[in-house]
């Protein structure tokens, strides 16, 4: 084990279980900390596109371009004009 309890190995960043869900759904935003979308009030849930169709919540700019914004950077991706390179 290492100093602090825990060794990962070579290139691990994040323990199991520990993974980022992925983008939101609605916003586009990459790490939940940087969502902005708002809680649902009706089953409480952050970032569920249904509770848009369903619930009567409404997208605001911010999100709609956030989430415009995050497609075009995944159509850049898998074109090939830039790559994903993750910082240490």
């Known amino acids: 084990m290492g100093k602090f309890g825990w ?3 070579a290139g691990c960043g994040t323990l199991p279980g520990e993974e980022s ?3 939101c759904q609605v916003c586009g935003a990459f790490d939940v900390d940087d969502c902005i979308c708002p809680e649902c009030p009706i089953c409480t849930e952050i970032g569920n596109p249904d509770c ?3 619930h009567g919540l409404e997208r ?3 999100q709609i371009e956030g989430k415009r914004a ?3 950077y ?3 991706m898998t074109s090939g004009e830039i790559y994903h390179k993750e910082e240490y």
């Open 7 to 9: 060794s990962l190995p």
């Open 21 to 23: 869900e992925g983008p």
């Open 52 to 54: 848009y169709d369903e």
């Open 60 to 62: 605001n700019l911010k």
């Open 70 to 72: 995050y497609e075009e």
């Open 74 to 76: 995944i159509k850049q």
